[in-house]
């Protein structure tokens, strides 16, 4: 009860802003939460960014804690969601890697028709239709070589937004370069791009 007591205070007093007590909450559960997740995900890095995104969204609506009636179960089903979001997320980027690749039957001798420089070329276009945040999450990933959570600290975002934006660049890539590109050459190189710009 003395527990129950005490976990109450401090959602109470996170939700008035209480940095001290939101760690307190955070330090009592990050390592049963890490245990939970870890079997789900099979991966230490993807349980630590969601735990981190978890925490991350209880700060940020900080003033609803004191409504929660079992905290413990409440981040639980919070995390894992997240999880079953990010391996939505997972196959559906995977699904458009896929739909990069070409018949085999493409005609070898159409590729001698697309050159480097036109590759380079379509991918800036493409490039340029991204938003900003998105084209920013690109070129820190594909040019700077940054991994998730090195980006999300970088621009202050949680891994997930991070995640959102680079898919959603993708997609953006994909659909253009689909239209443009149309040989195993081409879609090859795609692939590259792209494949290289996932961390």
């Known amino acids: 009860m003395e527990d129950v007591n ?20 955070f330090c009592i559960y990050k390592h049963k939460l890490y245990s939970f997740l870890l079997r789900s995900t099979g991966s230490s890095e993807m349980t630590e960014d969601i735990i981190q995104d978890v925490f991350l969204k209880l700060w940020k609506d900080r003033e609803n ?3 929660i009636e079992q905290f413990g179960g409440y981040i639980y089903r919070m995390a894992q969601n997240r999880v079953i979001n990010a391996f939505r997320r997972m196959a559906k980027e995977t699904l458009i890697l896929a739909e990069l ?5 493409v005609d070898a001798a159409a590729e001698d028709n697309l050159s480097a420089r036109e590759v380079r070329e379509q991918l800036e276009t493409a490039l340029e239709k991204l938003s900003p945040k998105q084209k920013l999450v690109y070129t820190l990933s594909r040019e700077h070589g940054l991994k998730h959570d090195e980006i ?40 590259a791009i792209i494949t290289s710009f996932q961390k």
Do not use: D
């Not at 005490?6 to 909450?25: D, I």
């Not at 690749?101 to 039957?105: D, E, F, N, T, W």
């Not at 660049?169 to 149309?182: Q, Y």
């Open 152 to 191: 999300a600290r970088h621009l202050n975002i949680s891994p997930s937004t991070v995640n959102n934006h680079m898919i959603e660049a993708l997609r953006t890539i994909r659909k253009h370069l689909s239209r443009h590109l149309h040989t195993t050459t081409g879609a090859c190189c795609i692939l």
């Open 65 to 67: 804690l004191v409504n």
């Open 101 to 105: 690749k070409v018949p085999a039957s």
């Open 6 to 25: 005490f976990e109450k205070e401090l959602l109470q007093q996170s939700a008035k802003g209480s940095e001290a007590s939101f760690t307190r909450l």
